[in-house]
């Protein structure tokens, strides 16, 4: 039998608690700790935390604490959208001697809107002999991978148009908030424009198309609008008066120096309907594919544990979903 692969989780939210859970339960994986800066959550058993009983190790409030007490290969992070918030993290763990697999959307496929942070994570893994990759259902898959492995089936591509539809009302609580849930418009409009709100990924996803494809971007457009309540609203979290947010609608086009070639068109909202994706490849042949039932949430804890054993093989540097073999469920 191989070695089990031993994980430690970094960032122990819900996303994080559900990453720890399925990497317990998966065989060839050992979780070995857990880092968090939650007071509530530090020098409590992992296992409790995650809700799978007792594991015998306790929360750490960094890193450098869990490699004290135990020996690792790679790190499940799961903390920040933002380079901003989350570089020091990767940086640290690569100082440690460990892997990543990360579930921050700006890490995803940073040559486009972060190129300077992308080059120092990639020379920082070189030097640690370490890989790094960034990775989620959205950016990651959806708008990305998924589209471009499709496009393997046509002789000629002109265009691409991925629209996701999210009921947010499946979704958990910081999901809900994130796409401004319970705001008024004025304030949803506010936040948008600090640009710490909203949907993650879009830019990541479009430089991923455009670079992978060969094509020279142009020029980029986004938008987003708030989607308002006309009943009232409920979920576990929120309660949504009419007249109020209860979800957005973000675009992003970009475009050649012939015309527009790629369009990507994101909708979450509480109560929303028709919840699915729709992938058009345009070209020859045309293509449309629908998808329904994908949770963004399973989704993503899914695919980021599956990707553990393509990062802990791969050679040193940081890689994005397009440069690994097909990750896969195992």
């Known amino acids: 039998m191989s070695k089990n692969i031993r994980v430690i989780q970094y960032g122990l939210g819900p996303i994080g608690c559900a990453t720890a859970k399925l990497i317990d339960e998966r065989d060839g994986l050992e979780l070995v700790g857990g880092v968090d800066i939650d007071p509530q959550k530090i020098g409590r058993d992992v296992g409790e935390v995650i809700g799978v009983g007792k594991r015998g190790m306790v929360v750490a409030k960094t890193l450098d604490e869990v490699l004290q007490e135990a020996s690792a290969d790679v790190v499940m992070h799961t903390t920040a959208s933002y380079f901003d918030l989350f570089k020091n993290q990767i940086l640290e763990i690569l100082d440690?001697?460990?892997?990543?697999?990360?579930?921050?959307?700006e890490l995803s496929f940073p040559w486009?809107?972060?190129?300077?942070?992308?080059?120092?994570?990639?020379?920082?893994a070189k030097r640690a002999g370490k890989s790094v990759m960034g990775t989620g259902v959205n950016p990651g898959f959806l708008m990305d991978s998924l589209p471009l492995f499709l496009t393997s089936i046509c002789q000629a591509v002109s265009g691409i148009s991925v629209a996701r539809r999210i009921n947010a009302s499946t979704r958990r609580g910081p999901f809900q908030a994130k796409i401004g849930s319970g705001m008024s418009v004025d304030a949803f409009n506010k936040k948008m424009a600090e640009g710490r709100m909203g949907h993650v990924g879009l830019p990541e996803s479009m430089g991923m198309l455009?670079?992978?494809?060969?094509?020279?971007?142009?020029?980029?457009?986004?938008?987003?609008?708030?989607?308002?309540?006309d009943v009232l609203t409920k979920t576990a979290h929120f309660e949504v008066q009419p007249g109020m947010v209860k979800g957005l609608h973000q675009a992003a086009h970009g475009y050649t120096e012939d015309g527009k070639f790629a369009a990507l068109t994101f909708t979450a909202a509480l109560d929303l309907d028709n919840e699915g994706e729709t992938i058009l490849i345009h070209g020859k042949p045309e293509l449309e594919i629908k998808t329904k039932g994908t949770n963004g949430d399973i989704a993503t804890v899914a695919i980021a544990v599956n990707a553990?054993?393509?990062?802990?093989?791969?050679?040193?540097?940081?890689?994005?979903?397009?440069?690994?073999?097909?990750?896969?469920?195992?």
């Open 96 to 105: 440690g001697g460990l892997d990543v697999v990360s579930t921050s959307e």
């Open 112 to 124: 486009l809107a972060n190129d300077q942070h992308g080059k120092e994570i990639d020379a920082a």
């Open 210 to 229: 455009f670079d992978t494809l060969g094509r020279k971007l142009a020029k980029y457009e986004a938008s987003v609008e708030p989607v308002v309540a």
């Open 308 to 330: 553990i054993r393509r990062i802990h093989a791969a050679a040193p540097g940081l890689f994005t979903m397009r440069d690994l073999p097909i990750v896969t469920a195992w």
